[in-house]
């Protein structure tokens, strides 16, 4: 017999959710290490973003956004909220707009994989795939936002993203890291949110943190997924245009530093982590990869955090699974 839920208001678990934690990994070590109060052996510590409800660090951008449009009258219930997301922020605002009473509509690029389409739509989001690179998508969505009046997320350059960062995911951190301290900040570029948002929460806390973006050698091996991984600011790249994140290449920091990370090095890393325990995609590998990098080059003792943004569901047609595709 079919049977109508109602999710109370007080109830919704979007809302309850507590902080991801924060692990140390040492590199060429296959245990992860302790987290005592004033231990600060070597290690990398990683936040795991891939924890949160819709299973990544998307889910931060999508309540905050939605919740300030909410607060600004930009919105109310039975909405439609449109966003041109390669995968990880449209699965985001479909799970925040199952919650809030809204209805989502997302613009993914043909190439995406089916699994995230088949997520989006399990929350009840529409979709709509677009052919082209995400700047077909971008204007897409701009379009369709304008043309019915739709409120439109803008990830690339909407300031709440960078907000959501500064004012949450950095604060949690300082307060579960030895000492209260970062020394450096290391992620992919997608949007440019998580590095920025990051490093202005800890800087602002003084911390003496620097901030270093990883960037894969081969950008072919992540499609057109932009979250997945990162910006390359090449135009011979399929799906990236210099300055598609205005978040990012507006940012004005002089303790920025790119590092470039071979794809095969993130696909391996991620397989690694899988042994460990823990169910992330590859952007997680890159994002280690070059941690490993900064934290060799600042020394032992320099407290280097990095993200595991999502989980591994959605790349199950992806690359990096095809080793074990192909297993007998």
């Given at each position: 017999m079919?049977?109508?839920?109602?999710?109370?208001?007080?109830?919704?678990?979007?809302?309850?959710?507590?902080p991801?934690?924060?692990?140390?990994?040492?590199?060429?070590?296959?245990?992860?290490?302790?987290?005592?109060?004033?231990?600060?052996a070597t290690?990398?510590?990683?936040?795991?973003?891939?924890?949160?409800?819709?299973g990544?660090?998307?889910?931060?951008?999508?309540?905050?956004?939605?919740?300030?449009a909410?607060?600004?009258?930009q919105?109310?219930?039975g909405?439609?909220?449109?966003?041109?997301?390669?995968?990880?922020?449209?699965?985001?605002?479909?799970?925040a707009?199952?919650q809030?009473g809204l209805?989502?509509v997302?613009?993914?690029?043909?190439?995406?994989?089916?699994?995230?389409?088949?997520?989006?739509?399990?929350y009840?989001?529409?979709?709509?795939r677009v052919?082209g690179?995400?700047?077909?998508?971008?204007r897409?969505?701009r379009?369709?936002?304008?043309?019915?009046?739709?409120f439109?997320?803008?990830?690339?350059?909407?300031?709440?993203?960078?907000?959501?960062?500064?004012?949450?995911?950095?604060?949690?951190?300082?307060?579960?890291?030895?000492g209260g301290?970062?020394?450096?900040?290391?992620s992919g570029?997608?949007?440019?949110?998580?590095?920025?948002?990051?490093?202005?929460?800890?800087?602002?806390?003084?911390?003496?943190?620097?901030a270093?973006?990883?960037?894969?050698?081969d950008?072919?091996?992540?499609?057109?997924?932009?979250?997945c991984?990162?910006?390359r600011?090449?135009?011979?790249?399929?799906?990236?245009?210099?300055g598609?994140?205005?978040?990012?290449s507006g940012?004005?920091?002089?303790?920025?530093?790119?590092?470039?990370?071979?794809?095969q090095d993130?696909?391996?890393?991620?397989?690694?982590?899988w042994?460990?325990?823990?169910?992330?995609?590859?952007?997680?590998?890159l994002?280690?990869?070059?941690?490993?990098?900064?934290?060799t080059?600042?020394?032992p003792?320099?407290?280097?955090?990095?993200?595991f943004?999502?989980?591994?569901?959605?790349?199950?047609?992806?690359?990096?699974?095809?080793?074990?595709?192909?297993r007998?």
């Amino acid at each position: 017999m079919p049977v109508s839920l109602v999710l109370p208001e007080s109830n919704t678990y979007l809302h309850q959710i507590g902080p991801t934690p924060l692990v140390r990994i040492s590199p060429g070590n296959s245990h992860r290490e302790s987290q005592e109060p004033g231990d600060h052996a070597t290690g990398i510590w990683c936040k795991l973003e891939f924890l949160n409800p819709s299973g990544s660090t998307k889910d931060r951008i999508a309540r905050h956004i939605l919740e300030k449009a909410w607060r600004r009258g930009q919105l109310s219930s039975g909405d439609t909220v449109v966003e041109a997301s390669s995968g990880s922020t449209s699965i985001a605002f479909a799970l925040a707009c199952s919650q809030m009473g809204l209805h989502f509509v997302a613009f993914i690029p043909d190439t995406a994989t089916s699994e995230r389409e088949l997520i989006i739509k399990a929350y009840g989001g529409e979709v709509r795939r677009v052919s082209g690179g995400m700047p077909e998508v971008l204007r897409s969505a701009r379009e369709a936002s304008e043309a019915e009046g739709w409120f439109l997320g803008r990830q690339f350059s909407n300031g709440d993203n960078t907000e959501a960062h500064r004012l949450n995911t950095g604060p949690e951190i300082l307060g579960q890291i030895p000492g209260g301290s970062v020394d450096a900040i290391v992620s992919g570029v997608g949007t440019g949110g998580t590095l920025r948002g990051l490093y202005e929460a800890f800087d602002g806390a003084g911390c003496p943190v620097s901030a270093h973006a990883a960037i894969p050698r081969d950008l072919a091996l992540f499609g057109s997924n932009l979250e997945c991984c990162s910006l390359r600011f090449s135009s011979d790249v399929p799906g990236v245009v210099e300055g598609l994140s205005e978040i990012y290449s507006g940012w004005k920091c002089d303790r920025l530093r790119e590092w470039e990370i071979r794809d095969q090095d993130c696909l391996e890393l991620t397989r690694q982590l899988w042994k460990l325990g823990f169910p992330v995609g590859p952007s997680s590998g890159l994002n280690l990869a070059a941690a490993m990098k900064v934290s060799t080059d600042l020394g032992p003792e320099a407290q280097v955090v990095t993200v595991f943004p999502d989980r591994m569901e959605r790349y199950f047609s992806h690359k990096v699974f095809e080793e074990i595709r192909n297993r007998p």
